[in-house]
């Protein structure tokens, strides 16, 4: 079962280097999810007994604004902007535009994006990305607070120009209703390196317990449990630890205990993840967010929904560790590659914003694909 992810990208690359597989390639491009979702994905007969575990990032994957830049819905939503356009420099070295759309992975050979060339860039569909003015100005329409109901202190966020908006994308609480519909067994495990963890848990608790949500007013309908403690995972060159309230886990008394620890977590809570381990390490796979694999486990899958999980193993943000033996310690580094759509997602905020199904499809589209690979190891 070592093969989990190999025979994957035995499957998604043919001899000749293309893609041959028949489940989706990643959100990007065209902005129609229908084009992304096999058919009858959405009514296959999955496993409603697996427990879904899923590690959900916060800024530019649920939230559209950043406290630790300080930046509102504009700002950040232009910031991921200038990650998904893309362009090279030409011989005269100028900046060229390859593609007028926005995508998560690159339109052809030898692009790069905005970002990657110059950096963080203020005001970035002002200047030089003003061509995606009209993609900045449709999303924020769709981010707007409804008009006629009073802002929330929790859910609402106050944007540039004073213009009230969602703080918690409604895909997100979409996506919980769409789980506890289909009866599946799961959790959710915020995971995060910046400081928006408490108040996120309080907004959460607004909407699920109060019904506070002017769109979602009967969440506390669901029922759904709320871990209000924030947790920390905490990295170094010893091992990981893993501590919220009194819990506490260490990867020196095996990898597999912290495992079995996140799989039995239930409902909704969340942990800060280690940010300076990640920049020591060069913002690369080695110091990126844990996430335990275990291919063997067809009880619990493991699901990370990130924007920042990249194909390039030299910067991404989620470290995948795959366990090797059916009940073993043991674990190798998957590269994201061979993980991708099976249990890592690269968020794609403009779909999380247009569509309020997105986080869902691109669950079901990690459940096929992992069964899949589960039936393939098996054989």
Same mark, same amino acid.
């Given at each position: *079962? ?11 690359? $043919? ?37 879904? =575990? ?13 406290? =630790? ?17 893309? %362009?090279?420099?030409? #011989? ?24 990657? +060339? ?10 030089? $990305? ?14 707007? @607070? ?6 929330? %202190? ?12 969602? @703080? ?5 609480? &979409? ?18 390196? $910046? ?27 669901? /029922?759904?449990?709320?871990? *209000?403690?924030?947790? /920390?995972?905490?990295?170094? /060159?010893? $091992? ?13 008394? #095996?990898?597999? #205990? ?10 909704? %809570? ?16 080695? #110091? ?9 486990? +067809? ?11 990249? &194909? ?38 403009? &779909? ?23 039936? +393939?190891?098996?054989?």
């Amino acid at each position: *079962m070592e093969e989990f992810s190999e025979n994957y990208c035995r499957e998604a690359e $043919g001899h000749d280097g293309t893609n041959s597989r028949d489940v989706p390639e990643p959100v990007c491009g065209t902005g129609d999810p229908a084009e992304t979702v096999p058919r009858g994905l959405l009514s296959s007969h999955q496993d409603q007994r697996k427990k879904l =575990v899923l590690h959900v990032d916060l800024n530019n994957t649920i939230l559209v604004s950043d406290t =630790v830049t300080a930046q509102g819905p504009v700002a950040a939503l232009e910031g991921f902007l200038s990650t998904a356009t893309w %362009g090279q420099m030409s #011989g005269q070295g100028k900046w060229e535009w390859l593609s007028d759309s926005a995508s998560l992975l690159p339109p052809c050979d030898g692009a790069v994006s905005y970002y990657s +060339q110059f950096g963080r860039t203020p005001g970035f569909t002002s200047a030089a $990305g003003r061509r995606f003015r009209g993609i900045l100005d449709e999303h924020l329409d769709l981010l707007r @607070w409804p008009e006629g109901t009073k802002g929330d %202190g929790e859910l609402s966020v106050k944007g540039e120009g004073g213009r009230l908006y969602h @703080w918690i994308l409604p895909s997100f609480f &979409q996506l919980l209703k769409d789980l506890v519909e289909e009866r599946r067994d799961f959790a959710i495990i915020f995971r995060t390196f $910046g400081t928006d963890l408490p108040r996120v848990l309080r907004a959460l608790s607004r909407a699920l317990n109060e019904g506070a949500h002017p769109l979602f007013p009967d969440l506390p309908d669901l /029922k759904l449990n709320l871990n *209000m403690t924030p947790g /920390k995972i905490r990295c170094s /060159k010893r $091992g990981i630890v893993l501590s919220r309230g009194e819990d506490r886990m260490s990867s020196r008394d #095996g990898e597999r #205990g912290l495992y079995q620890y996140l799989s039995s977590v239930e409902g909704l %809570g969340g942990f800060n993840d280690h940010f300076d381990w990640w920049a020591s390490n060069s913002f690369s796979i080695r #110091g990126g967010k844990p996430l335990w694999v275990d291919p063997f486990d +067809q009880h619990v899958q493991h699901i990370f929904i990130d924007d920042n999980i990249r &194909q390039n193993d030299e910067d991404t943000i989620v470290h995948p560790k795959v366990f090797l033996d059916p009940g073993g310690a043991e674990t190798r580094t998957a590269c994201t590659s061979e993980l991708y759509d099976i249990t890592l997602v690269q968020t794609d905020l403009l &779909q999380a914003i247009s569509h309020p199904s997105y986080f869902t499809r691109r669950v079901h589209i990690c459940l096929e694909n992992y069964e899949r690979n589960l039936q +393939q190891g098996a054989g």
